[in-house]
């Protein structure tokens, strides 16, 4: 699919002029339209792996609606709403060990509290900046972005470690091509027990 | 700008690998959703590990990859024992150092800031505290691939063990801080060793400069048996280094002393990921010392001053700029490094403790020694 406009009137251009450019010219535009399939597939595919992986469980705020609670799709894969109050969760109970925002977007734990993290291109608040290489280092060390502190539960790294190389740059690209939103996600909040002195 | 780094191609996992890994867990972990929390230090942290195993097979045994002399637990005097002027703090562990270049090959210095190393390099770096209590390993296979790896010393020390590729959370180790002492994962040496533009770290022409910065935290004093910039040069192992780094020995371009040193510190204990080079380059946050630069501290501050972080502490909720000339409480670079929350922390692998003699410079630097803004610079 060749949707520049430059690229077609050159090809056009071309084509009056010889026929041996021509061939040249139109493989050109074959390896164009390859790429662009190539991305379009991959796209369809990371879109698919984020609708059979949970990604929106967790990363879009979820709100009731008529049918019961849902995500929220206008915001989707932005995060934990950045203005939204959260007071201390209740205090685990016996086997009761996890308590989670109505928003899926917050979760406490032993681990303290984490907020899920805006996963849309945005640059500045989402992973806009991220390389492939980071949200492949990110899923294979459990680190953010691949070499910062280790990312917190429930987000479920040790599951998603296991896509293949092909399927994890198709699940980065189409995180890539989503509609941006600007959401600041705060830092997690550290566990009810102090953690380490200074 | 996509590096292929980790070797981790998902086809070679394993049913154990896919096993419910709620099998086996010891007290204080927690189930969650096939998720494994380990509550160590009151936070709950799993870090997932690259499955794909080195090959050839590592070592069983430190003895086994050639530090010692045959037969001995005496380094082989063939090694060359180094020091960095700008050592990387380890909560204050006691370290000693190894290079070995293989007979008649060299290392290629031709980019005096990503120097490239022949394959069969081996460096070793020893960590202890009342005794050796690790030895980390680098190698560069014949392929050109690096492999890391820790080796744990027995009681006796007569020999350390391979460590599991994992790393070992919590050692015990009398001397070390609160008698514990972390072994890093395999993944770990990587998040440091792979994040700059050549993984050795420690012998550099920096940090092997015969001009070394007197005001330098927990640097050693290089002995004559250690080898420096020029010895490297002399002995033939270095060849291709700028003539200009041997007539005037790289050093760190400050505006004074104190600047220098904390330049300095910065590049030996943030640069390695922080750099405009490696995969967080994207950050534009670049803490790192380049000798082929005629001003080696620009880019720090280009990339600090005026900077707004994407990193919020909530421990100082309004501090929202990198680096504040003049005040150090509101910059989030000394926040993090003063942290040992290990959200917040910097850097976020390998040390426990904060690094006062570290601190108290790199406060120096940010109130007295940093051009106060005249103009604000947007990221």
């Known amino acids: 699919m060749n949707t520049n406009p430059l690229r077609s009137r050159s090809t056009y251009a071309v084509l009056l002029l010889s026929s041996s450019l021509t061939a040249l010219t139109l493989?050109?535009?074959?390896?164009?339209?390859?790429?662009?399939?190539?991305?379009?597939?991959?796209?369809?595919r990371g879109k698919y792996i984020v609708a059979t992986s949970g990604c929106n469980d967790c990363h879009t705020p979820w709100k009731m609606g008529p049918d019961g609670p849902g995500p929220d799709m206008d915001r989707m894969l932005s995060g934990h709403p950045e203005g939204m109050a959260v007071p201390p969760a209740p205090k685990p109970d016996g086997p009761w060990l996890v308590s989670v925002a109505a928003t899926n977007t917050a979760w406490s734990g032993p681990w303290g509290v984490s907020f899920t993290a805006n996963i849309t291109p945005d640059k500045e608040t989402g992973i806009g900046k991220w390389t492939l290489r980071n949200f492949r280092d990110m899923l294979r060390t459990g680190r953010h972005m691949g070499q910062g502190r280790p990312v917190l539960p429930p987000m479920p790294v040790p599951v998603y470690r296991n896509l293949t190389e092909a399927d994890t740059e198709a699940l980065f690209t189409y995180l890539q091509s989503i509609p941006p939103i600007r959401n600041r996600v705060p830092e997690p909040l550290p566990p009810a027990v102090p953690v380490a002195a200074n | 700008m996509l590096v292929p780094s980790r070797s981790a191609h998902r086809s070679d996992i394993t049913d154990a690998d896919c096993a419910p890994q709620s099998a086996a867990l010891p007290g204080g972990w927690i189930a969650l959703h096939g998720i494994v929390a380990a509550c160590a230090i009151g936070v709950c942290v799993d870090i997932a590990h690259a499955g794909a195993e080195d090959s050839p097979p590592l070592p069983q045994r430190l003895s086994e990859t050639g530090l010692f002399s045959p037969g001995t637990t005496q380094v082989d005097p063939k090694h060359l024992s180094f020091s960095p002027q700008y050592p990387l703090w380890s909560d204050g562990a006691i370290k000693r150092r190894w290079l070995h270049v293989?007979?008649?090959?060299?290392?290629?210095?031709?980019?005096?800031?990503?120097?490239?190393?022949?394959p069969g390099t081996r460096l070793w770096k020893e960590f202890g505290h009342d005794r050796p209590i690790e030895t980390r390993f680098v190698e560069r296979l014949a392929d050109g691939s690096w492999r890391f790896a820790a080796y744990v010393w027995n009681a006796e020390g007569t020999d350390a063990e391979l460590a599991p590729a994992k790393g070992i959370a919590k050692l015990a180790a009398k001397g070390a801080p609160r008698g514990t002492y972390a072994v890093p994962s395999r993944d770990d040496c990587r998040t440091c060793h792979e994040g700059g533009a050549a993984p050795v770290l420690g012998v550099s022409a920096l940090q092997l400069s015969p001009d070394r910065d007197p005001l330098a935290p927990h640097a050693e004093p290089k002995s004559a048996a250690q080898v420096d910039l020029p010895g490297l040069v002399a002995r033939g192992i270095l060849r291709n280094l700028p003539r200009t780094l041997i007539d005037h020995p790289p050093r760190v371009t400050a505006s004074s002393p104190v600047a220098r040193a904390a330049l300095g510190y910065m590049h030996g204990n943030c640069g390695h990921c922080h750099n405009d080079v490696g995969p967080l380059a994207s950050l534009e946050l670049s803490l790192t010392q380049e000798t082929a630069l005629s001003d080696t501290a620009a880019k720090v501050l280009y990339s600090t001053l005026g900077h707004s972080s994407s990193f919020r502490p909530r421990e100082a909720q309004p501090v929202t700029q990198r680096v504040v000339p003049g005040r150090p409480d509101s910059s989030v670079l000394m926040l993090r490094a003063r942290s040992r929350n290990p959200m917040t922390q910097m850097p976020?692998?390998?040390?426990?403790?904060?690094?006062?003699?570290?601190?108290?410079?790199?406060?120096?630097?940010?109130?007295?020694?940093?051009?106060?803004?005249?103009?604000e610079v947007t990221p």
């Open chain 2, 102 to 118: 293989p007979p008649g090959a060299t290392i290629d210095a031709s980019n005096p800031d990503a120097w490239v190393f022949p």
């Open chain 2, 348 to 375: 976020p692998l390998g040390t426990q403790l904060a690094d006062d003699e570290g601190l108290a410079l790199i406060d120096r630097w940010i109130r007295h020694e940093l051009p106060t803004p005249t103009k």
């Open chain 1, 27 to 44: 493989a050109t535009s074959v390896a164009h339209a390859g790429d662009d399939k190539n991305l379009a597939d991959k796209i369809a």
